[in-house]
């Protein structure tokens, strides 16, 4: 498994646990856009999930599953963007799906290294 495209930002304590969790399972990433160099706002964090089939947002042990398609857009918004209304990091695009946030539990169930 490749992780498609990763936005993360550097010396951030939750995408360090997310690149740990990656290099533990030997999880290639494609393409990496650092999050203090590229922004994405609302719209254009909308444009990147929209055609999406699951969207997975993590804040703490509180996880949350979103379907693009039939989930009201502002709610997934909310869980998208962080206080200065930009996409929040980890993010993660995969198998036609997005991560969003850090939470050991959800990246052993979703993200599996299939070499092993």
Not at 32 to 54: F, H, I, N, P, Q
Not at 55 to 64: E, M, R
Not at 81 to 105: V, Y
Request: glycine share 6%; with cysteine; charged share 35%.
């Amino acid at each position: 498994m490749n992780i498609k495209w990763a936005y993360l930002r550097k010396g951030w304590q939750t995408c360090k646990k997310a690149q740990e969790a990656l290099d533990a399972k030997k999880i290639v990433i494609d393409k990496v856009a650092e999050a203090r160099k590229e922004r994405y706002d609302a719209k254009s964090a909308w444009e990147l999930v929209r055609t999406a089939k699951k969207i997975i947002t993590a804040k703490g042990k509180k996880v949350q599953n979103w379907n693009p398609q039939e989930d009201d857009k502002a709610n997934i918004l909310k869980q998208l963007l962080g206080p200065g209304g930009n996409l929040r990091t980890p993010a993660l695009h995969f198998n036609d799906m997005f991560i969003i946030g850090f939470n050991s539990e959800l990246y052993d169930k979703e993200i599996k290294n299939e070499k092993n």
